[in-house]
């Protein structure tokens, strides 16, 4: 059964930092690219970061770049999402999937920036 477990999230003051994990299952995690995603209240998912996984070529949103660095560890069938300088704007709740070929949402994981 495929799956994913995405941890790591949490409430952090403007400026600080939190490092997101996602767990996957059930499917051959080395033939896909992977990605983070979020979702505010009443928006869609929202394509943050991506990683291919032959090359660890990385992609960004405009909001993300400078900020947010994606990495995966293959022999844990694991990707990561390191934010730095967290933004109010960055409030959500966040979610990995592969990219392009999307299965079932895990849970997300809550990141509230706040002061």
């Known amino acids: 059964q495929e799956q994913l477990v995405e941890s790591g999230g949490g409430l952090v003051q403007p400026g600080g930092s939190l490092r997101l994990s996602c767990a996957a299952s059930?499917?051959?995690?080395?033939?896909?690219?992977m990605a983070w995603y979020r979702q505010s209240p009443g928006k869609e998912h929202e394509l943050v970061a991506s990683i291919n996984s032959w090359d660890s070529y990385t992609r960004y949103a405009d909001s993300a770049k400078g900020r947010f660095t994606i990495s995966r560890d293959n022999r844990k069938n694991t990707i990561y999402l390191q934010m730095n300088s967290l933004k109010p704007e960055d409030t959500a709740v966040y979610y990995c999937?592969?990219?392009?070929?999307?299965?079932?949402w895990g849970q997300g994981t809550q990141v509230t920036v706040s002061s």
């Open positions: 059930g499917f051959m995690f080395t033939n896909f690219a």
């Open positions: 999937n592969r990219l392009g070929a999307l299965i079932s």
